[in-house]
């Protein structure tokens, strides 16, 4: 089968570690099935692993791609949730949880193979491309929203860098669940978009905010930590889950932590229940994620060129 695939790691240079060819079929132990793939979306997580992180050498090549949507081999329409052992559904119950490509193929190929618990209904009111951006970058918007963040409707929360997948995701989320949301970024145009989407501000990166906020999503990490940290109110909640720009701030703002009694938490993806509920939400509200481009799988390395360039606004699908 055609898929696009991990041949070696470079940490300096990671597309040139990229290759694009035919592979062996997957493998269905036990427990697990194959969706024939419809759509993937590309993730920051594909570059990293590219460049070595949460892959090594002994698992190449690797197809790489967390996100699917495709039909099961029952003909059903399916989303596929990539968190692998997160409760030991087809695998050993002692095996840690792992993304798709760190452990187990991904899903840039024409199928893929997933234990049967990670498969979930495609609701009818969402094409293949738009659920097949959900699984990773939406779903850690929602779970950093929803459960770590623990905001309601009319609550303030500040988005740092717009235009990325996870960010946008926030502001359209947040905006549909009635938040006031506003959002940064060094691109005028981004900003722009951010606004379109429902953000109520969008500014500068660094800039003063017109209040401070209930709480910060952030993925920028060291460049953006201490203007986070300053936006928020006293009680306020900062959930990180990513440091795209360094995870080694020049301030760690600790005494503005304690003093001001903030919460600070991780977060990391979110659980196949949450995934249901994102698919739900959407469904139901007319909530569509954001799609900077479309291209077929052959093209893929154009899709790698667009989000490793950050010229984008969304996310990079790839159809099969």
């Known amino acids: 089968m055609f898929a696009a695939y991990a041949a070696r790691l470079d940490r300096d240079q990671p597309l040139n570690g990229l290759e694009s060819g035919e592979r062996p079929e997957p493998q269905t132990p036990p427990g697990w099935t194959t ?20 892959l090594n050498e002994e698992s190449l090549p690797m197809i ?50 997933v234990p049967q618990w990670n498969v979930l209904p495609k609701p009818p009111e969402l094409t293949f491309e738009e659920a097949a951006c959900l699984p990773t970058a939406w779903l850690t918007a929602y ?45 005028e145009e981004k900003r722009r978009r951010a606004l ?21 999503l952030e993925t920028v990490g060291a460049a953006t ?45 979110g659980s196949k229940e949450e995934l249901a509920s994102l698919l739900s939400f959407c469904a139901a509200t007319g909530v569509r994620p954001i799609i900077d481009s479309t291209l077929p799988l052959d093209r893929a390395r154009e899709g790698f060129e667009r989000m490793s360039s950050g010229d984008l606004f969304g996310k990079v699908v790839l159809t099969v």
């Open 64 to 113: 790489l791609g967390c996100d699917a949507a495709g039909v099961d081999a029952d003909g059903n329409e399916v989303v596929v949730h990539s968190v692998i052992g997160q409760t030991g559904h087809g695998v050993d119950a002692r095996e840690t949880r792992s993304i798709l490509t760190e452990k187990y193929q991904g899903t840039f190929a024409e199928r893929v193979a």
């Open 196 to 216: 379109e989407l429902g953000a109520e501000g969008a500014f500068e990166t660094g800039a003063r905010l017109p209040l401070r906020v209930d709480a910060v």
């Open 143 to 187: 779970r950093m929203l929803f459960t770590n963040a623990g905001v309601r409707p009319g609550d303030t929360v500040l988005v740092q860098g717009a235009g990325g997948g996870m960010a946008t995701a926030a502001i359209v989320l947040g905006a549909a669940a009635g938040l006031r949301v506003f959002a940064t970024s060094r691109d």
């Open 225 to 269: 930590w201490s203007h986070s940290v300053k936006s928020l109110k006293p009680g306020g909640t900062l959930v990180i889950s990513g440091a795209t720009s360094g995870p080694n701030p020049a301030a760690a703002e600790l005494n503005r932590i304690f003093f001001l009694e903030l919460k600070v938490v991780g977060s990391t993806m």
């Open 35 to 54: 969706v024939n793939v419809r759509a993937a979306s590309l993730n920051h997580h594909d570059l990293w692993s590219l460049r070595g992180v949460g």
